[in-house]
């Protein structure tokens, strides 16, 4: 496999890696409104609920510093540096592209996430997680 097919492919899996990172954040809320009405006990887990309103802070802090993302950066230059001027990958990494990035001004991106943001901040009112505990382990990840 020559250089730039491996760089092609190292873009290929930052973007499937961004896409999953996406889907955790926009599902994670989705789950966690869900299940919090269903009553799903793991939607209450400490660990996911902090881990999933850290990765939505992250995007709103970038967006109101004016920061590109660096799976965005990362990707952009892998594909750069392989000479990828044009959509010339495989057919999931061109469908993928094409669901994660779509055009907009910037303004839009900073409502939207910060909307988002608050929601997952609301979140944790509507649908409140379980504390931490200490000493005592229920066999529940959120518990740790």
Known sequence: MDRSAL???????????????????????????LGGRLGWYW?????????????????????WLGVMCPLTIWEVGLRAQAGDAVYAGSFIAHWLERLLYFQAPAWVFLIAYSVFGALVAASWIWVPPRPFRKGRHTGDPGDR
């Open 7 to 33: 760089l092609l492919l190292g873009a290929d899996a930052i973007l499937v890696l961004h896409v999953l990172f996406v889907c955790f954040v926009v599902f994670g809320l989705l789950l966690v409104l």
């Open 43 to 63: 939607v209450r887990g400490r660990w996911f609920r902090v881990i999933h309103a850290a990765a939505i802070g992250i995007v709103v802090v970038q967006a």
